[in-house]
């Protein structure tokens, strides 16, 4: 065993501070006052404010170090190497819901839209009246959110980056007469590459590999890339650290990675916070452990003019439509490469390349609905199972929100669109305005619903009442010294528009705690 | 990654079921075994309960064409092109949501893995590099000034409100991501 091995660094691209799986030599420990398990939305902005508050941090990364020049349009490749599971992870239910995590430095704000909103005012109203958490109002919100936006640089797009799909969006609504409001996103002078899914290869998105985890590194925390966490070390009611192991490049285990911490932090998001909790033992006396699961479903609908879009040409939802944001329902085009399409889509054979041919016309439209129900994380074998039923509420408001949507392309000159979901028996295809009332006089069995999600929340909700929530309103975990809980899992509800920037605002305000009560963590 | 390769029984199913998932164009260009390589990359990626379950799943395909009756007796990677294209919508729209998933799932792995050939991507005229490449230029041209000014800012110091520079804290200088 070597004590607080410091390996030595290879001479290529990475930054200093950065240990990847060729640098451990045998087992080691490691000493810290602070050990992050995660390095995506939270474990990277709490990491920065910690390490840049002289604290001495350690932030453990399952996934790999990857750079801006490694990111390529090779969608396949890129899902491979950067989505847990190669993307195939599944929430268990009628319709499964399919859901993306990233799996790299930098987590999944490495492979997101770069879509950066505050949390809706109401949304915080609720949090500080339901579950009791005091200083989470938007007034109060406010200088962390504004911290949070100067750090990843957030702006609406320069209009040249702006594509044709997202144009057409823009036309349906205002024809329609309806919200539509620019995107406020992570970025620096975005060119609209549309390559966001799969990495940014401009290092325009301000990704928190390119933001956060370089200010850590700069401020002196360290970055362990490619190491596995599989629990969290106690000592009676005291969170002393983490175990782990490497990954080693064939996926097998590596050599044990130990590290003694002062504070640890479960920062890995909405499925494995609570997986990893409840492997390490640890019993909330709410029971709410990897419980109130919501995840935003989505669903696409794929709209085929008449002239060439060519949507890989163009930033990234360069719009929000907003007029059903009351009803939890927000639209945006979202470009997805062809490989993806044709994976989605019910074609085979001639028919299938028939429906591809018009790829240079599709504008793929998506949808975010706010879930009104929840689903839970069980741990089977040590590993995560996430279990979520939608809703027939839920269903019925995605039925309406594509009936919403397909109107609005049809507005904007759309010639057919293909539904996520199947009329009576047959593929969901509609000719024209006229065919848009057939979501609602044809059954739309709910289990033909193509469901996809990347925002999982709520599995370790924070709440004043040790009874009712996982986590106080910092992240600290109830009747547990030193642990902390600083992702998605702490949201108390869904939120109804992009997760990443509220995970941030609460990692902020979690390093402020902490860092204004240093006796309670030293 | 798990190094994972098709063992041969699974690759005849999978060759077999190229020219029924995909257009015409697979097999005129001669992409099958491309195309099934690819599909491993990607069963390569999947949790491996997952790429076992569907490897079985490949299996128990191949063989429940034996006691289909229009198969006479063949297993689904023998059948004749009309005939297998059939035998998989029996699938697609099975008896059982297990076949409908299991014909869903290689569906979409073959459908990926096509799309993905660089011969059709050109074919198709979307050519994603080109345009990144040339965006990115652009951009360095027109704001490598505002690009440098947030760059710098990442590294600069700005302490939490009250919070008191650390005299432990330290900083290191060399790149980023």
Known sequence: ?522 | MSGYQHAPATRRVLDSLVPVVCPPEAVELGLVADIVDHVGLTMGALPGRFRGGLIMGLRTYDLGALIWPPGRLRPAHRLAPALAARYFDTWLHGPTPIHKQLALGIRQLIALAHYEQPVIQERMGYRPAQWIEQVKRRRLELYADDIERHARSLIEPDPLPGIAPHPRARTRTKGVA
């Not at chain 1, 501070?17 to 390095?39: F, P, Q, W």
């Not at chain 1, 505050?118 to 007034?139: F, M, Q, Y």
């Not at chain 1, 006396?285 to 419980?291: A, E, R, T």
């Open chain 1, 1 to 522: 065993m070597v004590a607080n091995a410091r390996p030595a660094l290879r001479q290529d691209s990475r930054p200093d501070g950065v240990y990847t799986r060729d640098d451990h030599h045998g087992d080691s420990v490691l000493d810290a006052d602070v050990v992050i398990v995660g390095s995506g939305a939270g474990g990277a902005a709490l990491a920065a404010e910690l390490a840049e508050g002289g604290l001495d941090v350690v932030v453990l990364e399952e996934g790999r170090y990857w750079s801006t020049r490694d990111f390529t349009a090779n969608a396949s490749q890129m899902i491979r190497q950067m989505y847990r599971d190669g993307g195939a992870t599944m929430a268990l239910g009628s319709p499964p819901v399919l859901y993306q995590e990233g799996r790299a430095v930098g987590g999944s704000t490495v492979v997101n839209g770069g879509m950066s909103w505050r949390t809706p005012e109401k949304i915080l109203d609720r949090w500080w009246r339901e579950a009791g958490l005091d200083g989470i109002r938007a007034a109060d919100m406010e200088p962390y959110f504004e911290r949070v936006e100067r750090r990843i640089h957030v702006r609406t797009q320069d209009p040249e980056s702006i594509g044709r799909d997202n144009q057409l969006l823009k036309i349906g609504a205002d024809a329609k007469g309806w919200k539509v409001i620019p995107n406020l996103r992570n970025q620096v002078h975005c060119p609209g590459s549309n390559n966001c899914a799969f990495g940014c290869p401009t290092g325009a998105k301000q990704s928190a590999l390119v933001s956060y985890v370089p200010r850590a590194l700069h401020f002196g925390a360290r970055l362990y890339s490619d190491v596995r966490v599989e629990r969290i070390t106690r000592s009676g009611k005291r969170a002393t650290g983490v175990v782990g192991h490497v990954v080693r490049a064939d996926g097998g285990r590596g050599h044990r990675l130990t590290v003694r911490a002062k504070l640890v932090v479960s920062a890995c998001g909405a499925i494995h916070s609570p997986a990893l909790l409840d492997r390490s033992g640890f019993r909330s006396p709410s029971g709410m452990v990897g419980k109130n699961l919501s995840l935003h479903p989505n669903v696409k609908l794929v709209a085929i003019f008449d002239e060439d879009v060519r949507g890989w040409e163009g930033v990234h939802q360069a719009y929000q439509v907003r007029e059903f944001q009351d009803e939890g329902l927000l639209f945006a085009a979202v470009n997805i490469p062809p490989s993806i399409i044709a994976m989605t889509t019910s074609h085979t054979g001639r028919e299938l390349g028939e429906l591809m041919a018009d790829y240079d016309k599709m504008v793929i439209a998506g949808m975010l609905c706010e879930d009104t129900n929840t689903g839970a994380v069980r741990t089977v074998a040590g590993q995560p199972q996430a279990f979520y039923q939608l809703s027939d509420f839920d269903a019925d408001k995605l039925k309406r929100g594509c009936a919403l949507l397909a109107e609005m392309m049809f507005e904007a000159g759309a010639k057919r669109i293909m539904l996520p979901f199947a009329l009576g028996d047959h593929a969901g295809e509609l000719r024209g305005p006229d065919d848009v009332r057939r979501i609602f006089a044809d059954p739309v069995p709910k289990s033909s619903m193509e469901v996809v999600t990347v925002h999982m929340m709520g599995t370790a909700r924070m709440g004043s009442d040790r009874t009712r929530a996982v986590t106080d309103g910092f992240g600290l975990v109830h009747d547990v010294d030193r642990l902390m809980v600083c992702d998605a899992s702490l949201f108390p509800t869904p939120i109804g528009v992009n997760p990443m920037e509220t995970i941030q605002a609460l990692a902020t305000r979690a390093a402020h705690h902490v860092l204004e009560n240093p006796r309670r963590f030293s």
